[in-house]
Protein backbone atom coordinates (compact mmCIF):
# COMPACT_ATOMS: atom_id res chain seq x y z
CA UNK A 1 0.00 0.00 0.00
CA UNK A 2 1.52 3.25 -1.06
CA UNK A 3 0.57 6.02 1.13
CA UNK A 4 1.76 8.11 4.00
CA UNK A 5 3.04 6.41 7.18
CA UNK A 6 0.04 5.97 9.36
CA UNK A 7 -2.82 7.11 7.12
CA UNK A 8 -5.23 5.46 8.66
CA UNK A 9 -8.08 6.42 6.16
CA UNK A 10 -6.34 5.18 3.37
CA UNK A 11 -4.95 2.16 4.87
CA UNK A 12 -8.59 0.96 5.75
CA UNK A 13 -10.17 1.84 2.22
CA UNK A 14 -7.41 -0.46 0.67
CA UNK A 15 -8.03 -2.80 2.85
CA UNK A 16 -11.57 -3.24 2.45
CA UNK A 17 -11.15 -2.92 -1.80
CA UNK A 18 -8.31 -5.57 -1.93
CA UNK A 19 -9.56 -8.10 0.41
CA UNK A 20 -11.64 -10.33 -1.41
CA UNK A 21 -12.33 -12.98 1.06
CA UNK A 22 -13.80 -10.15 3.76
CA UNK A 23 -18.01 -10.75 3.01
CA UNK A 24 -16.71 -14.68 2.90
CA UNK A 25 -18.89 -16.85 5.62
CA UNK A 26 -16.29 -17.93 7.94
CA UNK A 27 -15.60 -21.74 8.72
CA UNK A 28 -15.03 -22.83 12.07
CA UNK A 29 -12.49 -25.21 13.22
CA UNK A 30 -11.46 -26.85 15.94
CA UNK A 31 -7.86 -26.50 16.71
CA UNK A 32 -7.96 -30.62 17.94
CA UNK A 33 -8.57 -30.65 14.13
CA UNK A 34 -5.93 -28.47 12.55
CA UNK A 35 -2.76 -29.05 14.99
CA UNK A 36 -0.68 -31.92 14.69
CA UNK A 37 1.64 -33.87 17.23
CA UNK A 38 4.61 -31.75 16.40
CA UNK A 39 2.73 -28.09 16.42
CA UNK A 40 1.46 -28.69 19.94
CA UNK A 41 4.91 -30.42 21.41
CA UNK A 42 7.12 -27.53 20.31
CA UNK A 43 5.11 -24.93 21.89
CA UNK A 44 4.65 -27.41 25.16
CA UNK A 45 8.59 -28.11 25.68
CA UNK A 46 9.33 -23.65 24.48
CA UNK A 47 6.99 -23.18 27.87
CA UNK A 48 7.95 -25.94 30.07
CA UNK A 49 11.57 -24.25 29.80
CA UNK A 50 10.62 -21.18 30.45
CA UNK A 51 8.33 -21.84 33.43
CA UNK A 52 11.44 -22.15 35.53
CA UNK A 53 12.20 -19.18 35.98
CA UNK A 54 13.04 -17.86 39.62
CA UNK A 55 9.53 -15.05 39.51
CA UNK A 56 7.49 -18.86 38.80
CA UNK A 57 7.80 -20.47 41.94
CA UNK A 58 4.29 -19.38 42.92
CA UNK A 59 2.70 -20.89 39.83
CA UNK A 60 0.50 -23.79 40.11
CA UNK A 61 0.66 -26.21 36.92
CA UNK A 62 -3.25 -24.98 36.20
CA UNK A 63 -1.71 -21.31 36.71
CA UNK A 64 0.99 -22.09 34.24
CA UNK A 65 -1.12 -23.54 31.68
CA UNK A 66 -3.18 -20.82 31.81
CA UNK A 67 -0.80 -17.80 31.75
CA UNK A 68 2.54 -19.02 30.01
CA UNK A 69 1.80 -22.35 27.97
CA UNK A 70 -0.99 -21.33 25.65
CA UNK A 71 0.09 -21.28 22.00
CA UNK A 72 -2.50 -18.82 21.18
CA UNK A 73 -4.67 -15.65 22.39
CA UNK A 74 -7.46 -15.23 19.65
CA UNK A 75 -8.34 -15.78 15.96
CA UNK A 76 -4.80 -15.39 15.12
CA UNK A 77 -3.13 -17.96 12.76
CA UNK A 78 -1.34 -20.40 15.08
CA UNK A 79 2.00 -20.29 14.71
CA UNK A 80 5.45 -21.29 15.97
CA UNK A 81 6.34 -18.28 17.79
CA UNK A 82 7.79 -19.10 20.54
CA UNK A 83 11.22 -18.91 19.07
CA UNK A 84 11.65 -15.63 17.09
CA UNK A 85 9.98 -14.02 20.23
CA UNK A 86 12.44 -15.60 22.83
CA UNK A 87 15.54 -14.63 20.82
CA UNK A 88 14.27 -11.01 20.73
CA UNK A 89 13.84 -10.36 23.97
CA UNK A 90 15.34 -12.69 26.14
CA UNK A 91 18.78 -11.22 25.88
CA UNK A 92 16.90 -8.50 27.99
CA UNK A 93 16.99 -9.99 31.30
CA UNK A 94 19.83 -9.72 33.32
CA UNK A 95 20.70 -12.21 36.36
CA UNK A 96 19.85 -9.30 38.85
CA UNK A 97 16.37 -9.82 37.49
CA UNK A 98 14.01 -12.11 40.36
CA UNK A 99 10.92 -11.02 39.89
CA UNK A 100 7.86 -11.08 36.67
CA UNK A 101 7.22 -6.97 38.02
CA UNK A 102 10.71 -6.23 37.22
CA UNK A 103 10.96 -9.41 34.39
CA UNK A 104 7.47 -7.27 32.93
CA UNK A 105 8.97 -3.68 32.86
CA UNK A 106 12.57 -4.35 31.10
CA UNK A 107 10.47 -6.42 28.24
CA UNK A 108 8.00 -3.59 28.10
CA UNK A 109 10.63 -1.01 28.57
CA UNK A 110 11.82 -2.30 25.06
CA UNK A 111 8.09 -2.14 23.56
CA UNK A 112 7.79 1.22 24.74
CA UNK A 113 10.96 2.40 22.49
CA UNK A 114 7.95 1.59 19.32
CA UNK A 115 6.12 4.54 17.62
CA UNK A 116 2.70 3.37 19.22
CA UNK A 117 -0.21 4.02 16.63
CA UNK A 118 -3.06 3.07 17.87
CA UNK A 119 -5.99 3.26 15.31
CA UNK A 120 -9.73 3.73 16.32
CA UNK A 121 -10.81 1.37 13.79
CA UNK A 122 -9.65 -1.36 11.57
CA UNK A 123 -11.75 -3.67 9.73
CA UNK A 124 -9.02 -6.71 10.06
CA UNK A 125 -11.54 -10.17 10.00
CA UNK A 126 -9.08 -11.58 12.67
CA UNK A 127 -6.48 -11.08 15.31
CA UNK A 128 -2.63 -10.64 13.35
CA UNK A 129 -0.75 -13.40 13.59
CA UNK A 130 2.85 -13.50 15.77
CA UNK A 131 5.14 -13.63 12.75
CA UNK A 132 3.08 -10.38 11.81
CA UNK A 133 2.77 -8.62 14.88
CA UNK A 134 6.56 -8.59 15.72
CA UNK A 135 6.89 -5.80 12.95
CA UNK A 136 3.40 -3.98 14.34
CA UNK A 137 3.44 -0.39 12.80
CA UNK A 138 0.07 0.22 13.33
CA UNK A 139 -2.69 -1.49 15.30
CA UNK A 140 -5.70 -1.22 17.95
CA UNK A 141 -5.08 -1.39 21.50
CA UNK A 142 -5.49 -5.39 20.83
CA UNK A 143 -2.85 -5.99 18.85
CA UNK A 144 -0.38 -3.77 21.25
CA UNK A 145 -1.92 -5.83 23.82
CA UNK A 146 -1.29 -9.52 22.27
CA UNK A 147 2.50 -8.47 20.95
CA UNK A 148 3.42 -7.70 25.12
CA UNK A 149 1.84 -11.38 25.76
CA UNK A 150 3.64 -13.05 22.82
CA UNK A 151 6.77 -11.04 23.91
CA UNK A 152 6.40 -11.86 27.84
CA UNK A 153 5.51 -15.35 27.61
CA UNK A 154 8.18 -16.50 25.42
CA UNK A 155 10.41 -15.73 28.07
CA UNK A 156 8.43 -17.02 31.23
CA UNK A 157 6.60 -14.02 32.15
CA UNK A 158 2.79 -14.88 33.40
CA UNK A 159 1.04 -12.29 30.99
CA UNK A 160 -2.81 -12.13 29.64
CA UNK A 161 -5.64 -9.89 28.62
CA UNK A 162 -7.68 -7.83 30.58
CA UNK A 163 -11.10 -6.58 29.68
CA UNK A 164 -13.43 -3.47 29.93
CA UNK A 165 -16.71 -4.75 27.85
CA UNK A 166 -17.69 -1.22 27.67
CA UNK A 167 -16.79 1.95 29.44
CA UNK A 168 -19.17 3.58 31.64
CA UNK A 169 -18.67 7.42 30.24
CA UNK A 170 -18.00 6.67 26.89
CA UNK A 171 -18.48 4.05 23.69
CA UNK A 172 -16.28 1.05 23.11
CA UNK A 173 -14.27 -1.89 24.84
CA UNK A 174 -10.67 -1.64 26.21
CA UNK A 175 -8.14 -4.09 26.35
CA UNK A 176 -5.14 -4.05 28.23
CA UNK A 177 -2.46 -6.30 30.00
CA UNK A 178 -2.51 -8.66 33.24
CA UNK A 179 0.75 -9.63 35.10
CA UNK A 180 -0.25 -12.13 37.47
CA UNK A 181 2.33 -11.64 40.43
CA UNK A 182 4.21 -13.59 43.18
CA UNK A 183 1.46 -12.13 45.36
CA UNK A 184 -1.18 -13.95 43.51
CA UNK A 185 -2.15 -10.27 42.54
CA UNK A 186 -3.21 -8.96 39.18
CA UNK A 187 -1.37 -5.94 38.10
CA UNK A 188 -2.44 -3.74 35.00
CA UNK A 189 -0.38 -2.47 32.37
CA UNK A 190 -0.60 -1.25 28.53
CA UNK A 191 2.07 -3.00 26.44
CA UNK A 192 4.75 -0.31 24.93
CA UNK A 193 3.04 2.27 26.78
CA UNK A 194 2.27 1.81 30.78
CA UNK A 195 4.07 -0.58 33.46
CA UNK A 196 2.76 -3.07 35.94
CA UNK A 197 0.02 -1.05 37.80
CA UNK A 198 -0.05 1.94 36.07
CA UNK A 199 -2.54 1.39 33.32
CA UNK A 200 -6.58 1.61 34.75
CA UNK A 201 -5.28 4.71 36.85
CA UNK A 202 -5.46 6.80 33.56
CA UNK A 203 -8.80 6.28 33.04
CA UNK A 204 -12.63 6.31 35.01
CA UNK A 205 -16.18 5.08 34.64
CA UNK A 206 -14.74 1.74 34.30
CA UNK A 207 -17.84 -0.75 35.30
CA UNK A 208 -16.20 -4.07 34.88
CA UNK A 209 -12.96 -5.88 34.20
CA UNK A 210 -12.75 -9.60 32.84
CA UNK A 211 -9.47 -11.67 32.24
CA UNK A 212 -9.36 -13.32 29.06
CA UNK A 213 -8.75 -16.94 29.48
CA UNK A 214 -7.48 -20.05 27.70
CA UNK A 215 -9.82 -22.78 29.69
CA UNK A 216 -13.57 -22.83 30.10
CA UNK A 217 -14.45 -21.17 32.91
CA UNK A 218 -17.02 -23.47 34.73
CA UNK A 219 -19.02 -20.63 36.80
CA UNK A 220 -19.66 -18.43 33.66
CA UNK A 221 -23.06 -17.99 32.65
CA UNK A 222 -23.58 -19.59 29.82
CA UNK A 223 -21.65 -22.76 31.46
CA UNK A 224 -24.09 -22.27 34.86
CA UNK A 225 -27.18 -21.37 32.81
CA UNK A 226 -29.74 -24.67 33.97
CA UNK A 227 -32.78 -23.02 32.78
CA UNK A 228 -31.65 -22.74 29.17
CA UNK A 229 -33.20 -18.89 28.89
CA UNK A 230 -31.74 -17.02 25.82
CA UNK A 231 -28.61 -14.76 27.08
CA UNK A 232 -27.11 -12.19 25.45
CA UNK A 233 -24.00 -12.10 23.04
CA UNK A 234 -21.25 -11.18 25.54
CA UNK A 235 -22.64 -13.97 27.94
CA UNK A 236 -22.03 -16.48 25.37
CA UNK A 237 -18.66 -16.42 26.05
CA UNK A 238 -16.94 -19.13 28.86
CA UNK A 239 -13.69 -17.65 28.47
CA UNK A 240 -13.62 -14.87 30.43
CA UNK A 241 -13.29 -14.57 34.39
CA UNK A 242 -14.65 -11.59 36.50
CA UNK A 243 -11.81 -9.34 38.29
CA UNK A 244 -12.86 -6.46 39.41
CA UNK A 245 -12.62 -7.16 43.18
CA UNK A 246 -9.23 -7.28 42.69
CA UNK A 247 -8.75 -3.60 41.95
CA UNK A 248 -9.61 -1.66 44.67
CA UNK A 249 -8.64 1.83 43.26
CA UNK A 250 -11.96 1.45 41.16
CA UNK A 251 -13.35 1.21 44.49
CA UNK A 252 -15.97 -1.48 43.43
CA UNK A 253 -19.30 -1.66 45.20
CA UNK A 254 -22.01 -4.51 45.72
CA UNK A 255 -26.03 -3.32 44.90
CA UNK A 256 -29.13 -4.63 45.71
CA UNK A 257 -31.40 -3.09 43.42
CA UNK A 258 -35.33 -3.72 43.37
CA UNK A 259 -37.26 -3.78 39.79
CA UNK A 260 -39.76 -2.14 38.32
CA UNK A 261 -41.93 -5.21 37.17
CA UNK A 262 -42.23 -8.91 37.64
CA UNK A 263 -40.17 -10.84 34.92
CA UNK A 264 -39.85 -15.02 34.64
CA UNK A 265 -36.62 -14.84 33.48
CA UNK A 266 -34.09 -16.19 35.91
CA UNK A 267 -30.99 -13.47 35.16
CA UNK A 268 -30.60 -9.65 34.74
CA UNK A 269 -28.27 -7.89 33.43
CA UNK A 270 -26.96 -4.56 34.59
CA UNK A 271 -26.00 -2.12 31.68
CA UNK A 272 -24.17 0.77 31.18
CA UNK A 273 -25.26 3.52 27.92
CA UNK A 274 -24.56 3.31 24.49
CA UNK A 275 -25.84 5.22 21.90
CA UNK A 276 -26.96 2.41 20.61
CA UNK A 277 -29.04 1.04 23.38
CA UNK A 278 -27.84 -0.27 26.96
CA UNK A 279 -25.07 -2.72 27.06
CA UNK A 280 -24.70 -5.60 29.58
CA UNK A 281 -21.57 -5.82 31.62
CA UNK A 282 -22.52 -7.67 34.60
CA UNK A 283 -25.43 -10.45 35.42
CA UNK A 284 -27.26 -11.63 38.71
CA UNK A 285 -30.17 -13.35 39.72
CA UNK A 286 -33.74 -12.67 40.19
CA UNK A 287 -34.78 -12.96 43.78
CA UNK A 288 -38.21 -11.88 45.39
CA UNK A 289 -38.14 -8.94 42.39
CA UNK A 290 -34.60 -7.35 43.24
CA UNK A 291 -31.35 -8.60 41.57
CA UNK A 292 -27.82 -8.02 43.73
CA UNK A 293 -24.94 -7.05 41.73
CA UNK A 294 -21.05 -7.80 43.13
CA UNK A 295 -18.01 -5.82 42.64
CA UNK A 296 -19.36 -2.52 40.12
CA UNK A 297 -17.48 0.58 39.62
CA UNK A 298 -18.73 3.68 41.00
CA UNK A 299 -20.04 6.81 39.60
CA UNK A 300 -21.91 5.20 36.86
CA UNK A 301 -25.22 5.70 35.46
CA UNK A 302 -26.38 1.97 35.09
CA UNK A 303 -29.77 0.34 34.42
CA UNK A 304 -31.13 -3.74 34.87
CA UNK A 305 -32.20 -5.30 32.00
CA UNK A 306 -33.80 -8.71 31.25
CA UNK A 307 -33.09 -10.13 28.05
CA UNK A 308 -36.06 -11.04 25.96
CA UNK A 309 -37.13 -12.11 22.33
CA UNK A 310 -33.74 -11.45 21.74
CA UNK A 311 -33.93 -7.92 23.18
CA UNK A 312 -32.65 -5.96 26.37
CA UNK A 313 -36.03 -4.79 28.24
CA UNK A 314 -35.96 -2.48 31.18
CA UNK A 315 -36.44 -3.76 34.94
CA UNK A 316 -35.34 -1.00 36.71
CA UNK A 317 -34.77 3.03 36.64
CA UNK A 318 -31.55 4.14 35.88
CA UNK A 319 -29.28 4.66 39.01
CA UNK A 320 -25.97 5.32 40.29
CA UNK A 321 -23.45 4.39 43.30
CA UNK A 322 -20.88 6.21 44.52
CA UNK A 323 -17.72 5.39 46.22
CA UNK A 324 -19.17 4.71 49.74
CA UNK A 325 -21.86 2.05 48.38
CA UNK A 326 -24.60 4.99 48.44
CA UNK A 327 -27.51 4.08 45.71
CA UNK A 328 -29.30 7.20 44.03
CA UNK A 329 -31.84 5.95 41.94
CA UNK A 330 -33.18 8.42 38.90
CA UNK A 331 -37.06 7.88 39.15
CA UNK A 332 -39.14 9.44 36.36
CA UNK A 333 -40.90 12.73 37.93
CA UNK A 334 -44.13 14.39 37.38
CA UNK A 335 -42.81 17.91 37.94
CA UNK A 336 -42.01 19.55 34.90
CA UNK A 337 -39.40 22.26 34.48
CA UNK A 338 -37.20 24.01 31.39
CA UNK A 339 -33.98 22.77 30.20
CA UNK A 340 -31.29 24.82 28.90
CA UNK A 341 -28.68 22.30 26.95
CA UNK A 342 -25.65 23.39 25.53
CA UNK A 343 -24.39 20.21 24.12
CA UNK A 344 -25.37 16.34 23.63
CA UNK A 345 -22.66 14.56 25.60
CA UNK A 346 -20.09 16.11 27.90
CA UNK A 347 -16.44 17.76 26.23
CA UNK A 348 -14.39 15.13 25.20
CA UNK A 349 -11.58 14.57 27.37
CA UNK A 350 -9.27 13.28 24.67
CA UNK A 351 -9.01 16.61 23.04
CA UNK A 352 -8.97 18.46 26.33
CA UNK A 353 -5.70 19.83 25.92
CA UNK A 354 -6.49 21.47 22.58
CA UNK A 355 -8.40 24.66 23.65
CA UNK A 356 -5.45 25.88 26.19
CA UNK A 357 -2.90 25.66 23.19
CA UNK A 358 -5.24 28.31 21.10
CA UNK A 359 -4.16 31.24 23.23
CA UNK A 360 -1.73 33.27 21.08
CA UNK A 361 -3.50 32.12 17.95
CA UNK A 362 -4.78 34.30 15.47
CA UNK A 363 -7.24 36.19 12.82
CA UNK A 364 -5.52 38.09 10.33
CA UNK A 365 -5.99 39.94 7.20
CA UNK A 366 -3.43 41.24 4.89
CA UNK A 367 -2.82 42.67 1.13
CA UNK A 368 -0.19 40.25 0.69
CA UNK A 369 -0.92 36.50 0.39
CA UNK A 370 2.31 35.36 2.07
CA UNK A 371 0.88 37.81 5.37
CA UNK A 372 4.35 39.60 5.26
CA UNK A 373 2.17 43.06 6.64
CA UNK A 374 -0.67 42.01 8.33
CA UNK A 375 -3.23 43.44 10.79
CA UNK A 376 -4.41 41.23 13.89
CA UNK A 377 -8.01 41.51 13.99
CA UNK A 378 -8.25 38.92 16.88
CA UNK A 379 -6.02 37.40 18.68
CA UNK A 380 -7.10 34.15 21.43
CA UNK A 381 -6.36 35.73 24.94
CA UNK A 382 -8.16 32.55 26.27
CA UNK A 383 -9.23 28.72 25.82
CA UNK A 384 -11.89 28.83 23.15
CA UNK A 385 -15.04 26.59 23.64
CA UNK A 386 -15.81 23.45 21.79
CA UNK A 387 -18.72 25.33 20.29
CA UNK A 388 -19.59 27.29 17.05
CA UNK A 389 -18.33 30.95 18.14
CA UNK A 390 -19.03 34.31 16.23
CA UNK A 391 -16.26 37.29 16.53
CA UNK A 392 -17.42 40.90 15.74
CA UNK A 393 -14.30 42.68 13.72
CA UNK A 394 -13.22 45.90 12.52
CA UNK A 395 -10.33 46.09 9.97
CA UNK A 396 -8.90 49.27 9.53
CA UNK A 397 -9.40 48.28 5.65
CA UNK A 398 -10.87 45.93 3.12
CA UNK A 399 -8.16 42.87 2.54
CA UNK A 400 -7.74 40.35 -0.07
CA UNK A 401 -6.38 37.50 2.00
CA UNK A 402 -7.72 36.46 5.62
CA UNK A 403 -6.38 34.04 8.07
CA UNK A 404 -6.36 31.98 10.88
CA UNK A 405 -2.78 31.55 12.13
CA UNK A 406 -2.34 28.82 14.99
CA UNK A 407 -0.10 29.91 18.49
CA UNK A 408 3.49 28.43 19.06
CA UNK A 409 1.71 25.60 20.89
CA UNK A 410 -0.71 24.58 18.48
CA UNK A 411 -0.17 22.47 14.63
CA UNK A 412 -3.87 24.32 13.05
CA UNK A 413 -6.65 22.35 14.69
CA UNK A 414 -9.14 24.36 13.48
CA UNK A 415 -12.28 22.88 12.08
CA UNK A 416 -14.31 25.60 10.29
CA UNK A 417 -13.96 28.93 9.68
CA UNK A 418 -16.33 31.66 7.89
CA UNK A 419 -15.62 35.40 6.77
CA UNK A 420 -18.94 37.34 6.43
CA UNK A 421 -18.87 40.35 3.91
CA UNK A 422 -19.74 43.68 5.40
CA UNK A 423 -22.29 44.66 3.25
CA UNK A 424 -24.27 41.43 1.98
CA UNK A 425 -23.49 39.22 5.70
CA UNK A 426 -22.63 36.44 2.73
CA UNK A 427 -20.14 34.25 4.06
CA UNK A 428 -17.29 34.54 1.56
CA UNK A 429 -15.77 32.50 -0.86
CA UNK A 430 -11.97 32.46 -2.36
CA UNK A 431 -9.43 30.45 -3.31
CA UNK A 432 -8.43 28.37 -0.24
CA UNK A 433 -4.43 28.94 0.99
CA UNK A 434 -2.11 27.85 3.68
CA UNK A 435 -0.07 25.40 5.17
CA UNK A 436 0.32 22.11 3.02
CA UNK A 437 2.74 19.54 5.52
CA UNK A 438 -0.33 17.95 7.16
CA UNK A 439 0.41 15.94 9.82
CA UNK A 440 1.22 11.76 9.36
CA UNK A 441 -0.82 11.09 11.77
CA UNK A 442 -4.06 12.99 9.94
CA UNK A 443 -2.98 13.02 6.30
CA UNK A 444 -6.28 13.72 5.56
CA UNK A 445 -6.67 16.80 8.06
CA UNK A 446 -5.31 19.45 5.10
CA UNK A 447 -6.16 23.07 5.10
CA UNK A 448 -9.38 22.53 2.25
CA UNK A 449 -11.31 20.88 5.77
CA UNK A 450 -11.35 24.38 7.03
CA UNK A 451 -14.06 25.45 4.41
CA UNK A 452 -15.72 22.23 3.62
CA UNK A 453 -18.76 22.86 5.71
CA UNK A 454 -18.11 19.67 8.00
CA UNK A 455 -17.24 20.71 11.58
CA UNK A 456 -16.23 17.24 12.25
CA UNK A 457 -13.13 17.27 9.79
CA UNK A 458 -9.99 19.65 11.01
CA UNK A 459 -7.14 21.09 9.72
CA UNK A 460 -3.89 19.49 11.31
CA UNK A 461 -0.19 20.36 10.24
CA UNK A 462 3.22 18.94 11.39
CA UNK A 463 4.49 22.34 12.53
CA UNK A 464 3.10 25.12 15.24
CA UNK A 465 2.19 28.42 14.03
CA UNK A 466 0.31 26.84 10.66
CA UNK A 467 -2.35 28.46 8.78
CA UNK A 468 -5.54 28.49 6.65
CA UNK A 469 -7.39 31.22 5.03
CA UNK A 470 -9.09 32.53 1.61
CA UNK A 471 -7.86 34.56 -1.11
CA UNK A 472 -10.46 36.51 -2.13
CA UNK A 473 -11.72 37.54 -5.86
CA UNK A 474 -11.20 40.93 -4.73
CA UNK A 475 -10.15 43.28 -1.51
CA UNK A 476 -13.58 42.97 0.66
CA UNK A 477 -14.39 44.37 4.40
CA UNK A 478 -15.46 41.91 6.71
CA UNK A 479 -17.56 42.35 10.00
CA UNK A 480 -17.49 38.87 11.64
CA UNK A 481 -15.48 35.80 11.97
CA UNK A 482 -17.54 32.12 12.65
CA UNK A 483 -15.65 29.20 13.69
CA UNK A 484 -15.47 26.06 15.54
CA UNK A 485 -12.53 24.53 16.57
CA UNK A 486 -11.42 20.78 16.37
CA UNK A 487 -14.50 19.07 18.45
CA UNK A 488 -16.34 15.86 18.43
CA UNK A 489 -19.21 17.85 17.51
CA UNK A 490 -21.47 17.37 20.24
CA UNK A 491 -21.99 20.83 20.87
CA UNK A 492 -25.55 22.76 19.37
CA UNK A 493 -25.14 23.55 16.03
CA UNK A 494 -27.47 26.18 14.77
CA UNK A 495 -30.50 24.64 12.10
CA UNK A 496 -30.07 21.42 13.19
CA UNK A 497 -32.63 18.95 14.02
CA UNK A 498 -33.13 17.50 17.89
CA UNK A 499 -34.89 15.27 19.61
CA UNK A 500 -34.85 14.87 23.53
CA UNK A 501 -35.41 11.68 25.30
CA UNK A 502 -36.10 10.65 29.16
CA UNK A 503 -36.64 7.25 31.09
CA UNK A 504 -40.12 7.12 31.77
CA UNK A 505 -41.77 5.67 34.59
CA UNK A 506 -41.24 1.85 33.11
CA UNK A 507 -37.48 2.46 32.93
CA UNK A 508 -38.45 2.64 28.79
CA UNK A 509 -36.88 5.74 26.68
CA UNK A 510 -39.99 8.00 25.78
CA UNK A 511 -39.54 11.35 23.47
CA UNK A 512 -39.87 15.22 24.34
CA UNK A 513 -40.21 16.43 21.27
CA UNK A 514 -37.90 17.33 18.06
CA UNK A 515 -36.51 21.03 17.78
CA UNK A 516 -34.56 22.89 15.50
CA UNK A 517 -31.87 24.55 17.23
CA UNK A 518 -32.21 28.84 15.93
CA UNK A 519 -28.70 29.19 17.79
CA UNK A 520 -25.41 27.60 18.14
CA UNK A 521 -25.04 28.63 21.86
CA UNK A 522 -28.02 26.89 23.63
CA UNK A 523 -31.07 24.02 22.78
CA UNK A 524 -34.31 25.09 25.24
CA UNK A 525 -36.76 23.05 26.08
CA UNK A 526 -39.85 24.61 27.68
Known sequence: IKQ?????????????????????????????????????????????QVWQRPWNKHLSFDEFCEWILPYRIGSELPEIWREEYYNAFAGLLTDSILTARDACIAINNELIKLPIHVFNDFPKPADIKPSSLIHIKFGLCGDYTN??????????????????????????????????????????????????????????GIPKVYQKTFSVQQTSLVMTNTSKEELPAFFKNPFMKDITEHFPAIHPQTVS?????????????????????????????????????????????????????NSLQPLSSPFVVDSTGKVTIFECRREKEDLYLERKYREPKHLEAIPPAFVGGRFQGSDYVDFRIAEDLYTFTEAPSFK???????????YKYYRYQSSPNLRGNMAELEFYDTNSQQILKGEIIGT??????????????????DPLTFFHTRDSMSWAGLALPKPTHINKIRYIIRNDDNGIRKGNLYELFYIDESGAWASAGKQTAEQDELLIYK
Not at 18 to 47: R, V
Not at 279 to 299: A, C, M, Q
Not at 388 to 398: A, D, L
Request: a negative charge.
Open 388 to 398: YTTIEVNPKKS
Open 4 to 48: EEYDQQTINDTYRTNNKHQQDDAKQQADLQQLNANFLITQIDAAF
Open 147 to 204: LAIYAMRSIGIPVTTGNIPHWGHSNNSHAFNLLYGEDGNYYDFAGGEHHPGDHLKHFD
Open 436 to 453: DNTSIYNPHATKYNVFDG
Open 257 to 309: VPLNRTCNNKYAYLCVFDPQGWFPVDWGKISDKKVTFNHIGPDIIYQVNSYED
